[in-house]
């Protein structure tokens, strides 16, 4: 049987512990192609490059049978490229992005470069999910998230994903506790409160530090960030047609 | 009465003929500030600026009555400012964005920096509308569209907006045949196709520009292209809780 052919990108850059991580993971599953930013991309949203051109380089000794490239686009450009330039005319198997350093549960999926890879591929069809981990550190420890990321990766090759979707996924931070499984839930519903420092430059300017932190008020239970509290995994599938199908009609009956 | 509070943001930087025109409007109906990206962000999706400050200094003589500020992050981190730090502790009514200076219909809206503007707006609980014009020249004609956007803009002020959306209006390039009315309908699926065109430096180096259109294969009605290519105002409620929760079950019998 042929080895499925995997793309990989990402949001936090081609140097970044948690893409390797990730390739090792893959490169036992499948043929893997790696495209990821060149500089970190994180809270890019599903930003794409269309005011300049982007440079793409190939990465030397990434990891031994794994191709992989750097490129100074968003995640969502990298997909691009890989789909329909580097793979060009090769059916991609499976899009996988992270693994995330930082949690993209809740609203945050929105502002998430790795979904937004994810997404991107969900949008041509083809299998994708994104991988977070809920711990920002630049050496933060992965290894319990290598068999949950097999045996999701191998449920989406064996079954496809549903039409329109990506699968956002994240996992506890490693802690002593063992995970205690994967529970597939909705999105919770939390926003971040932002603050503005101002600071003035050394040439007397204003300038201004955004900083937020997540105010969750989602009570009702089966959300992703509930999920995480109690050490499991949150699997959500995310969709790409952003259209409220019950507001449609309250806002019909005004015009 | 008291006017309504009205932020006003865009994708298309404070320079644009679009954001003036709706400013404009929207200066007839209630008290107006605005905060617009220095430069073009088009397609910046729902990306926010994390990894520096931002720049933020007023615009002297942008309209009389209204207070206009340029500022150096994404439309999503004018949102931001506007509410946390320009009219922190003021109720905002409404928030507007655009009128861009191109189509933000079907996946489009994915990508739009114009549409990241008013979906944060919707995060953060207010009332929020993205305009958008079938037309990306810098002097396009928004006369057409004065009427619509008083007409939305009230009807939204009036009723406020179902929780979790915002909505995505986008008009037909001016025509010679008047404007046929209003479709509230649903995003289109569709897709663009990319390509890239390798080039070569003065250096000798390579670069890739990205292009791609719309490829719409999506033949079942009721969509917002069908109501633009029919000549209608369309307008899709769009949200920002992505869970698709009719494929929730498919995923939860997997684990």
Same mark, same amino acid.
């Given at each position: 049987?042929?080895?499925?052919?995997?793309?990989?990108?990402?949001?936090?850059?081609? +140097?970044?512990?948690?893409?390797?991580?990730?390739?090792?993971?893959?490169?036992?599953?499948?043929?893997?192609?790696?495209?990821?930013?060149?500089?970190?991309?994180?809270?890019?949203?599903?930003?794409?490059?269309?005011?300049?051109?982007?440079r793409v380089n190939q990465v030397k000794d990434f990891l031994p049978n794994v191709e992989a490239y750097q490129c100074s686009g968003t995640p969502?450009?990298?997909?691009?490229?890989?789909?329909?330039?580097?793979?060009?005319?090769?059916?991609?198997?499976?899009?996988?992005?992270?693994?995330?350093?930082?949690?993209?549960?809740?609203?945050?999926?929105?502002?998430?470069?790795?979904?937004?890879?994810?997404?991107?591929?969900?949008?041509?069809?083809?299998?994708?999910?994104?991988?977070?981990?809920?711990?920002?550190?630049?050496?933060?420890?992965?290894?319990?998230?290598? /068999?949950?990321?097999?045996?999701?990766? /191998?449920?989406?090759?064996?079954?496809?994903?549903?039409?329109?979707?990506?699968?956002?996924?994240?996992?506890?931070?490693?802690?002593?506790?063992?995970?205690?499984?994967?529970?597939?839930?909705?999105?919770?519903?939390?926003?971040?409160?932002?603050?503005?420092?101002?600071? /003035?430059?050394?040439?007397?300017?204003?300038?201004?530090?955004?900083?937020?932190?997540?105010?969750?008020?989602?009570? +009702?239970?089966?959300? %992703?960030?509930?999920?995480?509290?109690?050490?499991?995994?949150?699997?959500?599938?995310?969709?790409?047609?952003?259209? %409220?199908?019950?507001?449609?009609?309250?806002?019909?009956?005004?015009?």
């Amino acid at each position: 049987m042929q080895k499925p052919l995997i793309l990989i990108a990402n949001d936090d850059s081609i +140097a970044a512990k948690g893409i390797k991580t990730l390739a090792e993971i893959m490169s036992k599953i499948g043929e893997v192609f790696v495209v990821a930013p060149d500089s970190h991309q994180s809270g890019m949203g599903h930003a794409i490059t269309l005011d300049r051109p982007l440079r793409v380089n190939q990465v030397k000794d990434f990891l031994p049978n794994v191709e992989a490239y750097q490129c100074s686009g968003t995640p969502a450009d990298c997909i691009k490229f890989g789909k329909h330039f580097l793979l060009k005319g090769r059916k991609i198997d499976l899009v996988v992005s992270g693994i995330n350093h930082g949690s993209n549960s809740s609203i945050s999926v929105i502002y998430s470069g790795t979904m937004s890879a994810a997404i991107e591929a969900a949008i041509e069809g083809i299998p994708a999910i994104g991988f977070s981990l809920c711990d920002f550190g630049a050496d933060a420890d992965f290894s319990h998230t290598e /068999q949950y990321i097999v045996q999701i990766a /191998q449920k989406v090759l064996q079954n496809g994903l549903p039409k329109g979707i990506a699968l956002n996924v994240n996992f506890p931070k490693k802690s002593e506790e063992a995970i205690k499984g994967i529970k597939v839930c909705r999105q919770t519903d939390a926003l971040y409160r932002e603050t503005f420092q101002e600071r /003035q430059d050394p040439y007397g300017k204003k300038y201004y530090w955004m900083d937020g932190f997540l105010q969750n008020d989602d009570t +009702a239970g089966g959300n %992703d960030e509930d999920a995480l509290a109690e050490n499991y995994v949150s699997i959500v599938p995310a969709k790409f047609d952003l259209t %409220d199908y019950k507001a449609l009609d309250t806002i019909k009956e005004w015009f």
